[in-house]
Structure formats: structure tokens, C-alpha cells
């Protein structure tokens, strides 16, 4: 039994997306990182990743460059393009699902066995059309909103969110352990998760922690329509590391 659940809604690490965490709007930013586990930080030389390749993801490896050859430097990493039967990942530590367009050659049954083993998941959503990760992200009572726009940016852009300040807990040993010394994040996506009123489908313990937060005025855009309604989250607090 693997000991470590970093159920890793990483959700965009480095250059992938930002969440908008429960309570916008208060100056103490909410906590937004799912741990259980009876070990946080397990040894780096103890820890592999696998890195799904299938259901055409977005992000190709040369996209991702920096952050394999770099943040994931510690650690062993093995791309696997299969994931119907739970051999890929036996031995592995985390699964890394980052920007799938499908789940083909993917078994959701193996993804469960695996988080039931203790394993860990990191996932990035793709910038459009991420409802192949409804299923995934219904495990653990989560939705995906999007887009999420920048209110009162000193940018003229609005369509994605620019981190021009941030907050990091880099004496947290979870961060210690996934980013190293990374300092600086670029963020040119913003998609958000919400809790939905329902028990997740994994049976587990989730405790909720902030890694790094955006100080950018930002709102959900649920009705897509570009501006900001009465009914709509807003905030300064934004997850960038959820």
C-alpha cells in the first residue's frame, strides 16, 4: 500500500491553469490543495512518475520541457500511452493526466484501484472542451468552470489570467517536494473547479491546502458572457497551485 495521497489537482502546474478557491473575496487566501496520507513528502528517490501520453493531450512533450526536465529532475519519470490494465502503474507513485482531449486506452476502474493503493494524481485541464475530465473530477465531487477573467488587471488582456504578484508556502514540504526552487509561475489559462453538493465516489479523507496564491482581482465567468454578474464568484485570492 502506497502510503502518500497527493490527490493532486495540481490543477495547472507551471503553465496549465488556476483555480478560484471557495471564499473569494477574503483577504486570507482559502485552502486549496487535496493531501491525505499518512506520509507528506515521501523521499524523492522513493517517488516515480508516469505520464499518460493517450487521448491526444494538448500539451506535447516539448510544451512541457521545462517542467519534466526540470521541476520533475529528482524524480523518475516513464510516459506510458496505455492504461487499460493497472501494470503501468505498480510501481508507480503519481499519474500525471495533463491536458487529455479523450481517455481511449484509459480504464477509469484502473485509476480508481490505483487511488484506493494510495496513489497520487495530478491532472491539467485543456484550455477548451475539458469535459473528458468530468468523469475523472466527479470522483471526487469536483466540476470544472471556466473561463475565469481578470477584473481589474494593470494588462489589457482579459481573456487569460497574468500572475503579476503571487504567494508561495515554499517552506511547506509538499511544495519542497513537487516544485523545488521553482519561484516564478506564468499562468495563460484560467479554469476553475467547484465543489458539487454530492459524497465523492472515493471513499477517502480530503484536507484542503493552499500551495501558491494569485493577488489578481479575478471572477468565474459562468455564463460566458465577458463581464461580471451579481451571481458570479469574484475575488483577489486565486489558486494558482491547487
Not at 8 to 34: C, D, E, F, H
Not at 43 to 49: D, E, L, R, S, Y
Amino acid at each position: 500500500m502506497k502510503k502518500t495521497i497527493i490527490i493532486g489537482t495540481l490543477l495547472t502546474l507551471l503553465l496549465l491553469s488556476q483555480i478560484p478557491v471557495k471564499n473569494l473575496g477574503m483577504n486570507k487566501p482559502a485552502p486549496s490543495l487535496y493531501i491525505t496520507g499518512e506520509e507528506i513528502t515521501p523521499p524523492t528517490n522513493k517517488v516515480k512518475f508516469v505520464y499518460f501520453l493517450g487521448g491526444a493531450p494538448i500539451y506535447s512533450i516539448e510544451d512541457l520541457n521545462i517542467f519534466i526536465n526540470d521541476v520533475l529532475a529528482p524524480f523518475d519519470v516513464e510516459p506510458i500511452t496505455d492504461l487499460t490494465t493497472y501494470e503501468p502503474l505498480e510501481n508507480a507513485t503519481v499519474l500525471m493526466l495533463l491536458g487529455q482531449r479523450n481517455f481511449h486506452f484509459f480504464d477509469l476502474n484502473v485509476l480508481i484501484q490505483f487511488l484506493h493503493d494510495g496513489g497520487s494524481l495530478l491532472i491539467a485541464l485543456p484550455d477548451e472542451n475539458f469535459t473528458a475530465f468530468n468523469d475523472i473530477l466527479e470522483l471526487f465531487s469536483l466540476k470544472p468552470i471556466a473561463p475565469l477573467l481578470d477584473n481589474k488587471s494593470h494588462y489589457e488582456e482579459i481573456e487569460n489570467v497574468i500572475i503579476n504578484s503571487s504567494y508561495c508556502k515554499p517552506d511547506h514540504p509538499i511544495f519542497k517536494c513537487i516544485l523545488g526552487n521553482v519561484s516564478t509561475l506564468l499562468i495563460p489559462k484560467g479554469i476553475g473547479l467547484e465543489k458539487l453538493n454530492q459524497t465523492p465516489l472515493i471513499n477517502t479523507t480530503l484536507v484542503d491546502y493552499t500551495l501558491v496564491w494569485g493577488t489578481n482581482t479575478t471572477f468565474a465567468d459562468k455564463n460566458n458572457n465577458g463581464k461580471l454578474d451579481r451571481d458570479e464568484p469574484v475575488g483577489q485570492n486565486l489558486s494558482v497551485i491547487h
